[in-house]
């Protein structure tokens, strides 16, 4: 099983929708969770860290489920800025960070 | 941006070519590292620098060679690649090795024919 699991989508939208994705993760003794962006051709760029239960930041929520082994991203009032790869990552306790293989984001006019 | 920057941008070279790739970082971090994203793929992470020594060799072929003179410079020396080794090569820092948090370069394209 690999050790993050994302759903690769592509997920396409209309503008002002939400979307919402999930990632899954195996290894039940990380700590931190990230997701960070990734557009065509460029560098991921951190979008929000997960330290407990979830963060907000504007028209983006993560959400952590522990039980689950799972995090979320949601996307509220799409832009077409937000048409993306994202990448799910966890911090191993190894100081490593473990990447998905990123969820692409496709927000229409 | 200009936090971490590689040179070159592109870069195109047959299996008997040697080439370098580098990285600078203009954060003050005392981490750096060297990722491969190949397409549809997750990133692979290759070498750790802590405090410009090694500190993971993440069973990456001989054919790769990093250098990492001083904690803002890390190289990656390039010879006889395979068309299999075509990927983006990123950079990152952090401010140590313990930190949770990379900042990346915007990467080397790197095109082996």
Not at chain 1, 19 to 24: E, G, I, L
Not at chain 1, 29 to 41: E, G, H, L, N, V
Not at chain 1, 75 to 92: E, G, N
Not at chain 2, 83 to 109: I, K, V
Request: glycine residues 6%; charged residues 20%; hydrophobic residues 30%.
């Amino acid at each position: 099983r690999k050790e993050v699991e994302q759903d690769p989508g592509p997920f396409n939208v209309p503008e002002g929708a939400t979307v919402a994705f999930n990632c899954t993760y195996s290894n039940s003794a990380s700590q931190s969770f990230f997701w960070y962006r990734q557009d065509c051709r460029k560098e991921p760029k951190l979008l929000m860290s997960v330290y407990s239960s979830g963060n907000e930041d504007g028209r983006f929520t993560a959400q952590l489920n522990r039980a689950s082994q799972y995090i979320s991203l949601l996307i509220r009032d799409s832009k077409l800025s937000d048409s993306a790869t994202y990448l799910c990552v966890l911090y191993r306790d190894d100081y490593k960070l473990s990447f998905g293989a990123g969820t692409t984001v496709t927000v229409r006019a | 941006e200009t936090g971490v920057t590689q040179t070159p941008r592109h870069l195109v070279m047959g299996m008997t070519n040697k080439k370098s790739l580098k990285c600078e970082q203009h954060l003050g971090h005392n981490a750096m590292y060297w990722y491969k994203q190949s397409a549809k793929k997750p990133l692979e992470l290759m070498f750790v620098y802590s405090l410009e020594e090694r500190v993971e060799n993440n069973s990456v072929p001989s054919r790769f060679s990093p250098e990492c003179p001083n904690s803002s410079h890390l190289f990656l020396h390039l010879h006889t690649l395979q068309p299999e080794d075509s990927a983006l090569y990123l950079c990152a820092s952090s401010r140590g090795l313990h930190a949770d948090t990379q900042y990346f370069g915007p990467g080397t394209r790197l095109t082996v024919l």
